[in-house]
């Protein structure tokens, strides 16, 4: 069974830096046809997309974290991570870890409006900012 575990969020204030971590135990890249992302909710908003990262490395960013967000991932480790630098209040959010996420989403952008027919979730990891 594919599990995604999210860790690495907390409180900060803000201009801090966070790193989280998403480990992967059982789970690997299916094909080369699928991303695996990140993505974000806070209160009373919709789950929007902030990064996502194919087999081969190469990475995409929601346009407004370009530069702050840094996504990467150890595949001996099995583990997906998501840097991030000069964090402000709107970055707030519950932060999920996603896997299979399709090739045509990834590479359309689509991915940024999450796609009904993501394969897989983790439970999330708070990250708090103060100002």
């Known amino acids: 069974q594919v599990q995604l575990v999210e860790s690495g969020g907390g409180s900060v204030q803000a201009g801090g830096s966070l790193r989280l971590s998403c480990t992967t135990p059982?789970?690997?890249?299916?094909?080369?046809?699928?991303?695996m992302g990140w993505f974000r909710q806070a209160p009373g908003k919709r789950r929007e997309g902030v990064a996502v990262?194919?087999?081969?490395?190469?990475?995409f960013y929601a346009d407004s974290l370009k530069g702050r967000f840094t996504i990467s991932q150890d595949n001996g480790d099995h583990t997906l991570y998501l840097q991030m630098v000069s964090l402000q209040p709107e970055a707030t959010a519950m932060y999920y870890c996603?896997?299979?996420?399709?090739?045509?989403?990834?590479?359309?952008?689509?991915?940024?409006?999450?796609?009904?027919?993501?394969?897989?979730w983790g439970r999330g990891t708070q990250v708090t900012v103060s100002s």
């Open positions: 996603a896997a299979e996420i399709g090739l045509y989403d990834c590479y359309t952008g689509s991915w940024v409006t999450v796609p009904s027919d993501i394969g897989y």
């Open positions: 059982g789970y690997t890249y299916s094909s080369i046809s699928s991303c």
């Open positions: 990262i194919d087999s081969d490395g190469t990475t």
